[in-house]
């Protein structure tokens, strides 16, 4: 654990820290809320209400806003927020070396925990086309998703989905997207990103990617995000794997690297 820790401060020491044609049909989709003085009205997204039980199953914890373990994301979202800000950022992906790091519970997390911010809206996309898990963690009722708007069958708010939470939007997919790579880089993700991107002044768009050794799905993509965030799992990941990818994203804007899955214990603090 020693070396992975040694990595990832190499890693951040190093590290100090873009499409205009959209599609008519994309501008015309993302109707899907109205950001006003209090709460917003969604008027076309679907309003879902998730199961805790399922959430804590798979470990979402900014949900529950008296858990204390969710800290730690509220301290992850104000350093990822005041970096972004700083650059005046909007975009951020996140990824990981290898498959089973906890991605994916790391993207819901800080995102539910930016939408808890009153300044930002929150939009999550499942972008690992070759296996999501974004509806799966968050037990999201099978309906229309991303490869259904991939696939040209339905406009883009058919998808969105908002979880039953304030200023939080989720894209989810539910089925492997073949020719991913291509599909990644195609005209109408670009056209696509861009608008989710652009519609609101406050919105942080997090894309969660496939790991970084397993395709190349990830550096394809990253072109079109402003910055990116890897994460780790302690005890699993090899410090010549953080390494690798680090030299792999060395033209990418790295935020920093989150190591999950640690068994040290936090002290808790009181106010």
Same mark, same amino acid.
């Given at each position: ?22 599609? $008519?049909?994309?501008? %015309? ?13 969604? %008027? ?42 700083? $650059? ?20 819901? $997390? ?50 969105? !989905? $908002? ?5 939080? !939007? ?61 994460? !780790? ?24 690297? !989150?190591?999950? %899955?640690?068994?040290?214990?936090? %002290?808790?603090?009181?106010?």
């Amino acid at each position: 654990m020693e070396r992975i820790k040694e990595a990832i401060a190499k890693a951040r020491e190093k590290q100090d820290g873009a499409f205009s044609g959209r599609e $008519n049909t994309t501008r %015309k989709a993302l109707k899907s809320a109205e950001v006003v003085e209090g709460p917003i009205v969604y %008027k076309e997204t679907r309003v879902v209400d998730l199961d805790p039980a399922h959430l804590e199953d798979h470990r979402i914890i900014t949900m529950d806003t008296e858990d204390p373990n969710s800290i730690s994301f509220d301290i992850l979202r104000t350093q990822i927020l005041a970096k972004m800000e700083a $650059n005046g950022w909007k975009t951020l992906a996140i990824t990981s070396p290898t498959p089973a790091c906890g991605k994916t519970v790391v993207a819901i $997390n800080l995102a539910l925990s930016i939408a808890k911010q009153t300044d930002y809206t929150a939009l999550l996309v499942d972008f690992d086309l070759r296996r999501p898990q974004v509806a799966s963690y968050l037990g999201l009722p099978r309906e229309y998703d991303l490869a259904d708007y991939l696939d040209g069958k339905i406009e883009l708010n058919d998808a969105l !989905v $908002n979880p039953g939470v304030p200023r939080f !939007v989720v894209l989810p997919n539910r089925r492997p997207v073949k020719n991913s790579t291509e599909i990644l880089t195609s005209r109408k993700v670009k056209a696509l990103v861009a608008e989710l991107r652009d519609r609101y002044e406050k919105r942080i768009c997090i894309f969660d990617l496939p790991p970084l050794k397993s395709t190349d799905d990830a550096i394809a993509f990253l072109p079109q995000a402003d910055c990116v965030l890897m994460v !780790v799992a302690s005890g699993e990941t090899k410090p010549g794997e953080v390494k690798d990818c680090r030299r792999q994203l060395q033209s990418s804007n790295l935020l920093g690297v !989150v190591l999950n %899955k640690s068994t040290e214990v936090a %002290k808790t603090y009181y106010y």
